[in-house]
């Protein structure tokens, strides 16, 4: 039975981690001494709903945190300081910290730590999250103990939720763009000056032709800019919305 550990000190642990290509101890009281911290530990690196959803989650909605008050969001994992980096870079995790669990003592110590040997991971961290102030768990949110990897309560939505349900969360931008387009400097100028964060999407690197007319209904000129999962059109038609709101 994985036991909720709310009102208690996290492990008081050492890891490994890897920065500017040395190796560098980072201890529990760095990570959490004096702040107000967000942890949510996951099974694996790399893998499907861990990369899909659980870490974007949190790392799209890592501003809005900072708005209500938390410090730090730290991602946890029983995996090597080298597996993390480059799950890192791959995820373009810039608002996230990282930490390798390697040998599975912060999981161990949590009581989070399962047996995966039927999928060949050995022990893995149980999926789960948490908040913690000054070293000291004030909430956690612990999947449910069913067979597979449920994830239902772990989720950065849930947290937000925990934290202040009337915080207003981003607003989800795309942005399609050709690289050399003077319309699409401008546009990721417009939405760089009002800071609202953008995905930008490259025509004939990460999509084709094709794909920008099937989504817009037929454009084949850029930029095209989604947000919410609306088109609101080219570069003047991103003026007069954001002249709009």
Known sequence: MLSNREGQR????????RQNNQ??????????????VIVFSLPGAFTPT??????????????????N???????????DAFVMNEWAKSQEADNLTL???????????MGMLVDKADLGFGQRSWRYSMLVKDGVIEKMFIEPQV??????????????NYINPQAAKPKCVSLFAKVGCPYCARAKEMLNEHEIDYEEIVLGKDVTTRSLRAVTGGATTVPQVFIDGKLVGGSEALADYLARV
């Open 147 to 160: 067979p597979g990897d449920p994830f239902e309560v772990s989720d950065a939505e849930t947290m937000l």
């Open 99 to 109: 930490i390798p669990d390697g040998n599975g003592e912060f999981t161990d110590g």
């Open 23 to 36: 190796w560098m101890n980072v201890t529990t009281n760095d990570l959490f001494a004096g702040k107000t």
């Open 50 to 67: 861990c990369s899909s959803t659980h870490l974007p989650g949190y790392n799209d909605l890592a501003k809005v945190f900072q708005e």
């Open 69 to 79: 008050g938390v410090d730090d969001i730290i991602c946890i994992s029983v995996n």
């Open 10 to 17: 996290v492990p008081n642990v050492t890891f490994r981690t």
